[in-house]
C-alpha cells in the first residue's frame, strides 16, 4: 500500500507527519447492505478484502454488517468512535443512486470537516479504471471531532481502489485531526 512511486510527491512536512503518526490505527468496518444484513449467509466480497487489507497494515479492526438504514448508521458511527474509541470508521456500500442508498445522507450531515480530496482522486482513479460511470461515485471522507470517517462504494473493485488510498493517508490524516 505504501507505494515509493508517490512519495516525491509528498511535501517534507507531510513526511515528517506521517513518521509522527500512528502505526497501529483502530478501525471500525461496516458493511452496509440490507440483504447481507438479513441473510448473514450471503457471502460479503468487499466486507473480505477490506479486512484483508487492515490486517496486512497491521491495524487492529472490527467488523459488522448493518442495514441500510440513516439511524442504524450513525448508531454504529457514535458506538465505534466513542464508546469503544476506535480511530476510524469505514463504510462500504449504500453509497449509490438508489432510495435505499442512505450512508452519504446518514454521515455527510455529521462531519465537521469534509475531505473533499478523497472523492475527487477516487473518482478520478475509478474513471481511469471504469470510465464514465464514476462520475455516479459519492464516495465520502471526512473528520468527526478527532476520528476520521469513510464512505465507500459497496462494489470491490471500489473497496479495493479506495482502501488502497485510505491506507495511503490513514495514520497521517488521524496525525493531523487530533492536532498534535
Known sequence: MHSDHHSHHESKAASSHKEASPQKIRVALFTVSSSRFRDKSLRDESGEIAKELLEKEGHEF?????????????????KSLFEENFDAAIFLGGTGLSPRDVTVEAISPLLDKTLDGFGEIFRRQSYESIGSPAVMSRALAGTVETKVVFCLPGSPDATGLGMELILRELGHAIFISRGT
Open 62 to 78: 472490527s467488523y459488522s454488517v448493518i442495514d441500510d438504514s440513516r439511524s442504524m448508521i450513525r448508531l454504529f458511527l457514535f
